[in-house]
């Protein structure tokens, strides 16, 4: 079952809006997932919506939102059992997916071809069609076996995005933490959205000052050197 397209979106049939699919499961982190539909509402993205019963606990937990709040911010959202939805098949075009957050076990999932639900179906037809998957993997530490799956998927195509936040930005909260490491990971499907900061565009330069070490500067006696 899927909601009626709101009328903010445009229909893609027609080449008029690029669509993408937006997975979000039950890792930490599911502000990653919500922020990225924000942004993509905001530049007229359809956005096709698949949420884990997983996920649904974690929104619960770390953000006080429910299900239905996230729902409406997408173009069509899907039920995790609906295997008949228009993206478990191929031959419904789309620019690709993204997994935010992606948990180990959907990315072990994924990298198996052996599929229990609808998002990791999506996800493996977006491998098949050879088109662009982003993993924003959450987790910490990683264990070998860990590391041969990224390793293994990134070989079928697929990229590893592990939302790792660019500090060099100095984000002055939370929020605009979040807000740019989404924003980084639409760039892997080469979304330009106004939030991200580029460095050597919006930051610096592009060169570094160099980092003196403690006490450069200072004679033995204490006094700055002339």
Known sequence: MTRTPGNSFRKSRGGTAP????????ASGVAYGVRVLELLKEAGVETHLVITRAAEMTLGYETGLKAKDVEKLAHTRYRVDDIGAGIASGSFKTMGMIVAPCSIRTMSEIATGVTASLLTRAADVVLKERRRLV????????????LRTMTQLSEMGAVIAPPVPGLYTKPASVDELVTQTAARALDLFDLDLGPTKRWGEDLKDGRRSPVKPSGAGKRPGGKPEA
């Open 135 to 146: 993993l924003m993997v959450r987790e910490t530490p990683l264990h070998t076996g860990h």
């Open 19 to 26: 669509r993408l699919i937006v997975g979000i499961s039950g």
